[in-house]
């Protein structure tokens, strides 16, 4: 299996994410629900805290995907939900760091969205991903 960033020619390199990502090879997909920044008991953590909830929310998606006997670096799209997408803004250099020190230089094809709401009172951000698998 291989799995290589796609970039049209003539395109802006994009920062933190992939405009495509393409699979090749044998692979099965994992679909990650929705993961929001809840510890292995179901309590969230990081009320009020973006960068704490989304490190944890990523770190629940890698555990899940691990689960399933991948890797990090074999997630190909991502979808981060947000109920507030000033608090993300001012978060970036939080979420980096926690991108760095969870996924490494990986980016998977993304979207952002900002929502009036998520289903867990107090959660900030989920996110939901697929991952290709040999």
């Known amino acids: 299996m291989q799995i290589d960033p796609i970039q049209p020619t ?7 994410y992939s405009n495509g990502v393409l699979v090749t090879g ?8 929705g993961q929001i920044a809840w ?11 973006f960068p704490v ?17 991948g890797k990090a670096d074999q997630l190909v799209s991502m979808t981060v ?6 608090a993300y ?20 094809a993304m979207a952002l ?3 009036a709401d998520l289903l867990e009172d107090g959660a900030m951000v989920e996110i939901a991903a697929v991952a ?3």
């Open 10 to 16: 003539g395109w802006a390199k994009p920062k933190g």
């Open 26 to 33: 044998s692979t099965r997909t994992l679909h990650v629900a």
């Open 39 to 49: 510890d292995a008991e179901a309590k969230l953590v990081g009320q009020g805290e």
């Open 53 to 69: 909830q989304f490190t944890q929310a990523l770190r629940n998606v890698v555990v899940v995907v691990e689960a399933a006997g």
């Open 81 to 86: 939900y947000v109920t507030d997408k000033q």
């Open 89 to 108: 803004l001012a978060a970036l250099p939080g979420v980096g760091e926690a991108w760095r020190s969870i996924i490494g230089r990986h980016y998977p």
């Open 113 to 115: 969205v900002e929502v």
């Open 132 to 134: 290709a698998l040999p």
